[in-house]
């Protein structure tokens, strides 16, 4: 069945540092592709997403490409502030319509 | 619209007792889920519904887990009886589906988290 790998955390950075989290997927067909993000004791709020091979999906400084060659769609940003601490989960949505995420990795940026 | 709105918030329960968790999705949307959130096993998919209709349910842990959804704007969630290994974060979470598309974000709600003793 499909299924989501992410890189395990905890992260942690200093502010301004670059971020990467890795994101691999195991799909058939077609796929679409998500990065959620959970604030403490809230529920995940979508950060982007990307629905087919060679997408970028980008918001808030925050960028993943779906590399179908690869299986992957890593999150990226250049400069990462406090306010970005968070837990931040892939996700996958297949034929079907199943909704499913990775373990989640949690960030910490320090001031 | 006010969101996917669960509850309780917080429900504290002993052993062996019925939990009902409750869902309300956001109105329009045909598509829901309930996730259970642990420290171990991170997010997991327990149940989904498309049109009100369990389309796959293999995520349920055991025949202690229940879920429907009657209608359109309620689900509910029960375990009965309750165990110490269900404290949990529970999520519910809707989204729209039409035919083959997936790329409708879903949104979720605040959780219940539950603490069995």
């Known amino acids: 069945g499909n299924s989501v790998t992410q890189m395990e955390g905890p992260v942690t950075l200093s502010e301004e540092a670059f971020l990467t989290i890795n994101c691999t997927y195991t799909?058939?067909?077609?796929?679409?592709l998500f990065w959620y993000v959970q604030y403490p004791g809230e529920g995940l709020q979508l950060l982007l997403k990307?629905?087919?091979?060679?997408d970028k999906g980008s918001n808030k400084g925050f960028e993943a490409t779906y590399r179908k060659e690869t299986t992957s769609f890593h999150l990226e940003k250049g400069s990462v502030q406090v306010s970005d601490s968070a837990v931040y989960f892939c996700a996958l949505r297949g034929g079907g319509g199943k909704l499913i995420f990775g373990q989640g990795t949690e960030l910490s940026v320090k001031p | 619209d006010a969101g996917v709105i669960q509850s309780p918030r917080h429900e504290v329960t002993e052993m062996g007792q019925e939990v009902t968790l409750r869902c309300k999705p956001i109105?329009?949307?045909?598509?829901l889920f309930w996730y259970r959130q642990t420290m171990m096993r991170g997010l997991e998919l327990l149940i989904y519904f498309n049109n009100n209709v369990p389309i796959d349910d293999s995520g349920m842990p055991e025949d202690r887990f229940s879920a429907k959804m009657p209608n359109a704007s309620f689900s509910t969630l029960k375990i009965q009886p309750s165990e110490p290994r269900d404290s949990a974060v529970y999520f519910c979470?809707?989204?729209?589906?039409?035919?083959?598309?997936?790329?409708?974000?879903?949104?979720f709600g605040q959780g219940t988290r539950l603490t069995v003793v």
């Open positions: 990307a629905t087919k091979a060679d």
């Open positions: 979470a809707s989204t729209s589906v039409e035919g083959i598309i997936l790329n409708t974000e879903a949104f």
């Open positions: 799909a058939t067909g077609y796929p679409s």
């Open positions: 109105s329009g949307h045909n598509s």
